[in-house]
């Protein structure tokens, strides 16, 4: 494992910027929003809007070709997170795409369960389909939001719906289950997530629900007939399992799935983008794959 100086210094230090899980909702949701100081790219106009009836960021790029656009679903355990938090990462991958982004404030756990989120995450879709051809527009989220994302796709497929170009799913949180064989194997050397806090934060957004729900662990779902995706995940995760097992099971139902594994890396770590050359790659396969997906 070869990693850059930078990736070095913060993987020794990036666990010392995780609030304590023991401190109150509000404090952690206030801490991730913290990450809007991350200055926003320039180039790029920021809005604020209701999309589908679900407030959001929308962020587009001065230059951008034709009507590609991304509908971004934020991370967080379903609980944390918001537009505030992912935007200036989502604007990166705007501008390298060439694309507008919509950044997704959709409703959260405890106070809002499953399927709250989903709800959100489908009337805004179908919201931007209503105004943008399907085939222009890419699903994507970073682990709860790429488990929503996977999640919405299936239910819209199941309703009918015309389906987006492609997904990009970071780190997707899949299997709220935690049957993942690296929920144990990479416990000792993921920075970002505690293994321990899963079960929480899972309990919360399922009120009632089973966690095997296919909506609420969409890597139990029927994967058929969804379009391509690109998986993209650090080796040293402990969801890491989650995205193998994801990969495996859509190529198996036919699915376009492809698995890009970052040596050494963490959770979500192009959230890093600008800062570190690992995240910059990262989100640059990323736009190539969007592009290449959506072309006019």
């Known amino acids: 494992m070869s990693l850059s100086l930078r990736a070095r210094v913060i993987r020794s230090s990036i666990s010392s910027f995780i609030k304590d899980e023991k401190a109150p909702i509000e404090v952690r949701r206030a801490s991730m929003d913290r990450l809007d100081k991350v200055p926003r790219p320039r180039k790029v106009s920021y809005a604020d809007q209701l999309v589908g009836g679900v407030p959001a960021i929308v962020a587009t790029p001065h230059a951008v070709d034709g009507d590609r656009h991304l509908l971004y679903l934020h991370g967080g355990g379903y609980s944390l997170g918001s537009p505030k938090s992912h935007i200036a990462m989502v604007a990166r991958l705007a501008r390298q795409s060439r694309a507008g982004a919509t950044v997704l404030d959709y409703r959260l756990a405890p106070e809002h369960v499953y399927p709250a989120a989903i709800d959100d995450c489908v009337a805004a879709y179908r919201d931007l389909a209503g105004r943008i051809d399907p085939r222009h527009i890419v699903i994507a989220g970073d682990s709860a939001g790429g488990g929503a994302a996977l999640a919405t796709l299936c239910t819209l497929r199941d309703a009918g719906d015309a389906l987006p170009a492609c997904a990009y799913l970071l780190s997707p949180w899949t299997d709220l289950t935690g049957s993942g064989d690296s929920m144990r194997t ?111």
């Open 186 to 296: 990479k416990a000792d050397v993921e920075r970002v997530i505690k293994p321990s806090l899963l079960p929480a934060s899972a309990a919360l957004y399922a009120g009632e629900t089973p966690l095997d729900h296919p909506g609420l662990s969409p890597l139990f779902a029927d994967l058929s007939e969804l379009p391509p995706m690109l998986i993209q995940t650090g080796t040293d995760e402990v969801l890491l399992s989650d995205s193998t097992r994801l990969a495996d099971r859509a190529e198996q139902a036919g699915v376009d799935a492809q698995l890009d594994l970052a040596d050494g890396m963490w959770h979500v770590f192009p959230m890093l983008a600008g800062v570190m050359p690992e995240a910059d790659a990262a989100l640059d396969h990323a736009a190539r794959f969007i592009r290449a997906h959506t072309r006019h």
